[in-house]
């Protein structure tokens, strides 16, 4: 029988998980405590959680905060791969890198620089729009300019994946752009599109220095509100509701799992149908 020798970086990454999640878990463990602080745990309570929901304020804020990051993370997606589709095809090389070094400005600009630009951009457009504050809107518009720039980034290398042939014999075929787009490019880049949505929701959900400058007095995100709180003493209300979004984060890697795997099976048949559609057309 062999034996299975001892592996240094398995050892490695155990303690980088450890390190990773320990925090998290202990966090977790916390909410649980019947004691109100996190010096010393002296039982098991679900009342950190009834609190919770009871925080009409706090579930308020919650929704919005998760409405704004689908609604932000689903804008960004749409613009951003058409910007990404956009960029791809662009014949001039020197005009394509000017392109890409605009989309990359947002990603290695500090985000309190972000932020204060947003800041200046909307306070400026509020002395010319009549009735236009900072709030919902101000807030949705920083997360999908910030998130574009990340799906681009996630879409691109799909594009450049993809076979120029596969779209050349669908035109030969007699396919128009649309069922090039919707039947060749689009299932093709799935896999990006699906990455680029994801990447911006969670930007967009744990988002707080950009957040911080363009929010006004009536919209607040969580990010924000756990920070403002924070700052007056430690509440295992909060403990509790890291709990419930590090659970809806786990939930969503595994429903990312899931879509990523169908959508790949799917990729074939559509490709087919597009070679029976261009048969038909010709």
């Known amino acids: 029988m062999k034996k299975h ?24 463990y916390y909410s649980f ?82 932020g204060a630009s947003f800041l200046i951009l909307f306070t400026f457009a509020g002395s010319i729009i009549k009735g236009f504050q900072l709030g919902f809107l101000s807030v949705l518009l920083s997360h999908i300019a910030f998130s574009i720039p990340i799906v681009v980034l996630m879409v691109l290398p799909k594009l ?22 919707s039947n060749i490019i689009l299932p093709m880049l799935f896999p990006g599109i699906l990455a680029g949505y994801f990447m911006a929701f969670t930007y967009s959900l744990d988002d707080f220095a950009v957040t911080f400058f363009v929010t006004g007095n009536g919209f607040s995100t969580l990010s924000v509100e756990i920070y403002s709180r924070a700052r007056q003493g430690i509440d295992l209300e909060i403990n509790a509701l890291s709990t419930l979004v590090f659970i809806f984060a786990v939930l969503l890697i595994t429903s990312y799992y899931f879509i990523s795997q169908n959508g790949g099976s799917k990729k074939n048949s559509q490709i087919a149908a597009l070679k029976d559609e261009g048969t038909e057309v010709s």
């Not at 998980?17 to 202990?26: G, N």
């Not at 394509?96 to 400005?105: A, E, K, P, Q, T």
């Not at 450049?160 to 787009?181: C, F, N, P, Y």
């Open 160 to 181: 450049q994946e993809m076979s120029s042939s596969l779209v050349d014999a669908a035109r030969d075929m007699g396919a128009s752009t649309w069922q090039v787009l």
């Open 33 to 114: 405590n019947k004691g109100g602080t996190m010096n010393s745990f002296t039982g098991i309570t679900l009342e950190h959680y009834r609190t919770l929901f009871a925080d009409k304020r706090l579930i308020g804020i919650a929704l919005d905060t998760f409405i704004l990051a689908f609604l932000s993370a689903f804008l960004a997606t749409i613009i951003g791969t058409f910007g990404a589709i956009g960029i791809y095809y662009t014949k001039n090389r020197k005009k394509r890198n000017v392109l890409m070094d605009f989309n990359n400005i947002l990603m290695v600009s500090p985000d309190v620089i972000i």
């Open 5 to 28: 020798k001892f592996k240094w970086s398995n050892l490695y990454l155990i303690l980088v998980f450890v390190l990773m999640y320990q925090p998290i878990f202990y966090l977790i």
